[in-house]
């Protein structure tokens, strides 16, 4: 089952945890440490109530001076020292924090990357951004930290309540009965709180998308002088987004309200019957104000304990919300043979293909034909007809629904993904360049030799494209190319493409949208690079490339071949 919620439904609490215990195995040692000082923490922290009352009742009555200075020193000392182990233990596990979130986002984007473009074609990429970074920083109990102070707590309510105990199981009976109160107003108001503490991660995801989108879509808004239907349509969600946030801040407040009651309650209640026993004999005034001090005390821990459980559904949504970037069962595609870089010469056959994208008709039916070695084929069909979808079912970026698609006589699904973008590469409509230098952006972080990529640029035209620059291939591109022309856009994609030399060349309507002096530029560039490499080409201008041996039309959900006089 796909742990995608749009596929599979959420995620269950279980599979949540267990998937993230398995991240946080990596942590034992910091586990331990982060354990260790909070068990000192809580060491120095329970012996406190018990020297209270025996300062009341032994030494200020005896007015003993010797052991009241010795007394009162062990007390500064532990309050001292829980101030410094506390310190120690937040800088730890501030330290941690940061470690782990760092990790866990890098691993995150990984997952991410690798996650198959099928379905990540059905996330928002400003959903996923809010996920990887707003989503991630919301943890908080379930860190290291987190977990090692709800321990700590535990065993400080343990500690607290022994001592209550042996000073008077009555009183602590008594007294204690807010805590089971406590523990049943919780659980009314804990599904509540799920339920708009998830509404409150999928509005801010949503809110990001919506801001993104706008944000990156400004040009045609002020183009198209629509800045009042988008403000309002930005202003709706962000409404909706702070309304939810509202709502589960005020359930938090009205938890946080009936919460501080208790511990008033049970103080009125325990002075009042431990004044009482005091003045009757059956207690001592020191033990009735160590008593106090340690249910007071005792409030703040099981405050934090409950806080923590509140907390939890809260931040398993955010992380549901993660894990949904996680295939859980990532196929294994095994290369023929086991030959990792098996070369592709470029024979490719579509076998009674049919597609379709989830919950659409099909778009391709029962599509038969060969592609050559060597060769120039040439697509062509209406907008919309599918001649794109071609290219992404032959890269595997999408399975087909029938049918099979044979490289070599292989299926494509054998190759490993490194042995298909090695040697089949795509120049898209629209490259999408990064911010970095025209250098990165063609080589994309690959091990391509010099050689390779002084050719790549030597046939895509950006040698000539890059003179007008003072620092040549190292110039920077802005955000999206923005300060490139379509043209130069079009040529750093193509060296992109070329630069690992594959045997397999995909044109998507390269020249689109361009001038004819652009187009006449790429045209040559593509002439000389497509020496011994399969050229598949969708266009509308049959002129733009010469040496076309194949004409495939796709009309009606089939594949036709048309008559061609081969140049």
Known sequence: MALLGHHGGTMENKKIINHYLSYLSNYKGSIALLLFLSLASAGTAIPIPAIYAHLVDKVIPNKDIETLFVMAGLLLALLALNAIISYVLTLVGSLVRKKFRSQMRSISY??????PYEQLSHFVSGDLVSRLTRDLDSLGVLLPKGIAEFIKNILIIIGIVSIMLHMSWKLTLISGIMIPLFFLFFL???????ERAKKNHETKGKLQAS????????RDIQLTNSYEHQHQSATKIIQESESVLTHLNFHEAKMGLVFSLFPILGSGLLWGLG???SITNVLTLGEVIAFSYAFNYLFDPISSVFSTISEVPIELTALQRIFELFPENQQTKILPNGNKEAFIRGKIDFKKVSFGYENSPLLLQNLNFSIKPGTVTCIVGENGIGKSTLFSLLLYLYQVNQGQILIDGHPVQSYSEATLRKNISL????????QGSIKDNIIMGRKVSEQDFNNACELSGVFNLVKKFDKGVESLVTEKGNNLSGGEKQKIAIARALVENPSVLLLDEPTNNLDEAIKASIQQSLLLAKAGKTII????DLSFIE?????????????IKKEHQHA
């Open 211 to 218: 801001l993104q989108e706008k944000i990156e879509g400004n």
């Open 188 to 194: 009314c108001m804990m599904k509540t709180l799920e």
């Open 427 to 434: 120049v898209p409509q629209q490259a999408f360049l990064f």
């Open 275 to 277: 004044g009482y026993w």
């Open 110 to 115: 990984s997952k991410l990357q690798r996650l």
């Open 547 to 559: 040496g076309i041996t194949e004409i495939y039309e796709i009309k009606d959900k089939k594949i």
């Open 537 to 540: 080409l969708i266009t509308h």
